[in-house]
């Protein structure tokens, strides 16, 4: 089970950096245009963003192969979630309030009592 949690740790942070990547480099571009395009998509820093979300994935796969997949996925989308988060706060200057944090504690409340309910039944 320890080795599921950090390949879901790895997964989310690959995936978090990746998907921050290619946010922090689009907000400088129109993208209005096919060779707007073409030219962002050829840039080192978002084909890097790009390998990273594509290897995150192959993580994932291999942590689904070491457990079951109703608690490796609630664990793997949970701790992705809270990098978001975090990352879009720090990083992005993304702004939350109460009902963003009560949110947010209701899914980490769901991730938990599912993951719990994973473990409890033979993980």
């Given at each position: 089970?320890?080795?599921?949690?950090?390949?879901?740790?790895?997964?989310?942070?690959?995936?978090?950096?990746?998907?921050g990547?290619i946010?922090?480099?689009?907000?400088?571009?129109?993208?209005m245009?096919?060779q707007?395009?073409?030219?962002f998509?050829?840039?080192?820093?978002?084909?890097?963003?790009?390998?990273?979300?594509?290897?995150?994935?192959?993580?994932?796969?291999?942590a689904?192969s070491?457990?079951?997949?109703?608690?490796?996925?609630?664990?793997?989308?949970?701790?992705?979630?809270?990098?978001?988060?975090?990352?879009?706060?720090?990083?992005?200057?993304?702004?939350?309030?109460?009902?963003?944090f009560?949110?947010?504690?209701?899914?980490?409340?769901?991730?938990i009592?599912?993951?719990?309910?994973?473990?409890?039944n033979?993980?």
């Amino acid at each position: 089970m320890t080795k599921a949690i950090l390949l879901c740790i790895a997964y989310a942070i690959l995936n978090v950096s990746g998907a921050g990547l290619i946010k922090w480099k689009i907000r400088e571009r129109s993208l209005m245009t096919i060779q707007d395009w073409i030219g962002f998509l050829i840039e080192p820093q978002v084909i890097t963003a790009f390998t990273l979300i594509f290897v995150s994935a192959l993580v994932l796969f291999k942590a689904l192969s070491t457990g079951q997949f109703t608690f490796i996925i609630p664990i793997a989308v949970g701790v992705n979630f809270i990098l978001t988060v975090i990352l879009g706060y720090f990083l992005f200057k993304d702004k939350l309030n109460t009902v963003s944090f009560l949110g947010f504690g209701f899914i980490l409340t769901g991730i938990i009592i599912l993951s719990l309910n994973t473990v409890q039944n033979g993980q």
